[in-house]
């Protein structure tokens, strides 16, 4: 009883297999790798640079100054112990500070 069973389970697997859709190779195209193993994007943030903003008060002009540093088209200000979503966006400069407006930490994504 189990051979048929197992036998039955293996043609709906075969059949269920035949009906997806076959991959486009046209459209995709390989992505430069990064040393970090993520996709290089054209319009990536790079804040590599931007230590030395650790430590001074966040102001208007000053996030405006790191956001074209960066070269990053989103900035997202951040609490230090507040909730932040976890998607991942390569455009997007991350500032996160304390209660007093201080930076405390620059990254992208």
């Known amino acids: ?12 697997l075969v059949a269920l297999g035949a009906c997806a859709p076959a991959a486009d190779k046209s459209e995709s195209t390989p992505a430069a790798e990064t040393p970090a193993g993520q996709p290089e994007l054209a319009n990536a943030c790079d ?16 996030q405006k100054k790191l ?11 951040a609490p230090h112990n507040g909730a932040i979503t976890m998607d991942y966006n390569a455009s997007r400069l991350n500032i996160f500070v304390d209660d007093a407006k201080n930076i405390i930490r620059i990254n992208c994504g």
């Open 67 to 77: 956001q074209a540093e960066a070269k990053a088209e989103v900035v997202r200000v």
């Open 1 to 12: 009883m189990k051979q048929i069973v197992s036998l039955h389970l293996a043609g709906v």
């Open 47 to 62: 804040a590599s640079k931007l230590d030395d903003a650790v430590g001074r008060m966040l102001t208007a002009d000053l």
